[in-house]
C-alpha cells in the first residue's frame, strides 16, 4: 500500500518562500514518477511540477517556472516542492502524487498518470 503525506503548508506573504514535503511509503519509491498538482477554489486541479525516476528529469508548468523547484531524495522515500516569489495566484491546496507503475515516455503532466495522492496541504499567499 502506498500512502503519501503532505507537509509544510501554511500562510506567507506575497514575495515570500515556502517548502514543501511529501512522503511516501513504499518499498520502491526511487522507481515512481513524482509530481506536484494544486487546486484553487474554484478551479480544477492543475499540474505544477514534476520530477521522473532515474536520472529524476523535471517538468514545471509555465505558470511557476523559475519560482518552484522540485526534487527528490530517494533514500528518505520524499520529494519536496520548494516554492518562492510567491504570489496570491498560487494560493490553493496543493497535492502530492505518485506514479508507480512509469511507462517510459510517460507525460508527468497528466493526472491519469498518477495512480496515489495525498490528502493535500493549504498554501495561502496574502498580498
Known amino acids: 500500500q502506498v500512502q503519501l503525506v503532505e507537509s509544510g503548508g501554511g500562510l506567507v506573504q506575497a514575495g515570500g518562500s515556502l517548502g514543501l514535503s511529501c512522503a511516501v511509503s513504499?518499498?520502491?519509491?526511487?522507481?515512481?514518477?513524482m509530481a506536484w498538482f494544486r487546486q484553487a477554489p474554484g478551479k480544477e486541479r492543475e499540474f505544477v511540477a514534476g520530477?521522473?525516476?532515474?536520472?529524476?528529469?523535471?517538468r514545471y508548468a509555465d505558470s511557476v517556472k523559475g519560482r518552484f523547484t522540485i526534487s527528490r531524495v530517494n533514500a528518505k522515500n520524499t520529494v519536496y516542492l520548494q516554492m518562492g516569489s510567491l504570489k496570491p495566484e498560487d494560493t490553493a491546496v496543493y497535492y502530492c502524487?505518485?506514479?508507480?507503475?512509469?511507462?517510459?515516455?510517460?507525460?508527468?503532466?497528466?493526472?491519469?498518470?498518477?495512480?496515489?495522492w495525498g490528502q493535500g496541504t493549504q498554501v495561502t499567499v496574502s498580498s
Open positions: 502524487a505518485a506514479d508507480s507503475v512509469p511507462v517510459r515516455g510517460v507525460v508527468l503532466t497528466l493526472q491519469t498518470v498518477y495512480n496515489h
Open positions: 513504499g518499498r520502491t519509491f526511487s522507481n515512481y514518477n
Open positions: 520530477i521522473r525516476w532515474g536520472r529524476g528529469t523535471t
